[in-house]
């Protein structure tokens, strides 16, 4: 940065630092520049600060935001091995108890099933 661009400045930070205006603030930057105005809290008081930068490292200073997007399974899916699980489970039921331990087993399977897919959805 230039000593022209910075003399301006440091009289507006100074100005800022000790609050000594009550009045609109006008800042003027250099034509490759623009005019970026903070506020924050120091020592619990609001605090408004404005400097002049450059636009190339203005720009930079914008990080783009990524997001993580997991794959999602399918209901389908789900709702196959939901199925298998109360079928699997009825059949065991069926050859240990007949007619009522294949209705038990079902309920079983399908409930166990259910329970691996909420795990797997998390």
């Not at 489970?89 to 897919?117: D, Q, R």
Request: charged fraction near 20%.
């Amino acid at each position: 940065m230039r000593l022209r661009h910075m003399l301006p400045i440091a009289g507006v930070m100074t100005m800022l630092a000790a609050q000594a205006f009550a009045e609109p603030l006008t800042l003027t930057c250099a034509p490759a520049q623009r005019a970026v105005i903070r506020e924050t809290l120091v020592r619990g008081e609001p605090v408004t600060r404005a400097t002049c930068v450059d636009t190339e490292v203005g720009h930079q200073a914008v990080r783009p935001v990524r997001y993580h997007v997991r794959p999602r399974r399918s209901w389908g899916k789900t709702a196959l091995t939901i199925a298998g699980g109360g079928a699997t489970g009825a059949g065991i039921g069926g050859l240990v108890n007949g007619k009522k331990g294949s209705l038990i087993g079902a309920a079983l399977g399908a409930g166990a099933s259910a329970l691996y897919e909420s795990a797997k959805r998390r």
